[in-house]
């Protein structure tokens, strides 16, 4: 599991995932972080940029559901 991936995990673990919003919120986040993976790719993007692409969308994410 990539670094920010492990770590928005273990900040979303602070929630209650049971709760319908919540879970929306996590998963909507996963999806979107797997188009950036796609559209990394598509672009070609070098690995490191790829990954950055993916660490920011992570790190928008962490404050507060």
């Known amino acids: 599991m990539p670094a920010h ?6 900040y979303a ?3 209650n995932a049971a ?4 879970k929306l919120k ?3 986040t ?3 972080a ?3 993976d796609c559209i ?3 672009l070609t993007l070098p690995p490191e940029d790829a990954d950055l692409a993916l660490a920011f ?3 928008a994410r962490c404050r507060p559901l």
């Not at 991936?5 to 273990?10: E, L, N």
């Not at 709760?19 to 919540?22: E, R």
């Open 5 to 10: 991936r492990k770590h928005f995990a273990d």
């Open 13 to 15: 673990a602070h929630y």
């Open 19 to 22: 709760d319908p919003k919540v």
């Open 26 to 28: 996590i998963d909507h």
């Open 30 to 32: 996963y999806r979107v």
């Open 34 to 36: 797997a188009l950036c």
């Open 40 to 42: 990394a790719k598509s």
């Open 57 to 59: 969308r992570y790190a």
